[in-house]
């Protein structure tokens, strides 16, 4: 008896199944190929965010530009929760201050007022559009420009 003959489809058979198996495997390639394509695509338009540090009024503070790349455009600036410029904790606000968690000191509520917040999201809108000059900003930024 041959190999061949030892075979129950012979060679021909195992060709076809082989060739199935490729076809198979292709097949599921191409369509994880496509999957990742759209993935790619949804993640290009999500907006992104930049984070930044920056010192201000004796305080850390972490403001974030969110944006658009596809269109180039600033949606969202935040200044974020003033921290502890000692311990780099997030502060939080009690009502009648400002409260470290780590070394307990209390700073006045006005550390983080509108004009405090306001001066710090300018900063991270202007750092951000400094390297991205192309971009514009949503129009309720125009005044932190
Ligand atoms: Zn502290």
């Not at 509520?109 to 509108?114: F, K, M, P, R």
């Not at 710090?120 to 514009?136: C, I, N, S, T, W």
Request: aromatic residues 10%; glycine residues 4%; positive net charge.
């Amino acid at each position: 008896m041959t190999p061949a003959e030892a075979l129950p489809w012979g060679i021909a058979g195992l060709s076809a199944v082989a060739a199935a198996a490729y076809a198979f495997a292709y097949s599921r390639a191409c369509r994880r190929a496509a999957q990742l394509e759209v993935e790619s695509a949804r993640l290009r338009e999500e907006p992104k965010t930049n984070e930044y540090r920056l010192e201000r009024f004796d305080l850390v503070w972490y403001p974030a530009v969110t944006y658009a790349e596809r269109d180039k455009l600033v949606v969202k600036a935040a200044s974020g929760v003033p921290h502890c410029k000692a311990c780099v904790a997030p502060l939080s606000s009690s009502g009648k201050g400002w409260k470290c968690p780590g070394c307990q000191t209390m700073r006045p509520e006005t550390i983080a007022d509108t004009a405090a917040t306001d001066s710090v999201m300018k900063e991270a809108l202007r750092f951000f559009l400094q390297r991205r000059a192309d971009y514009r900003v949503a129009p309720e930024l125009e005044r932190f420009k």
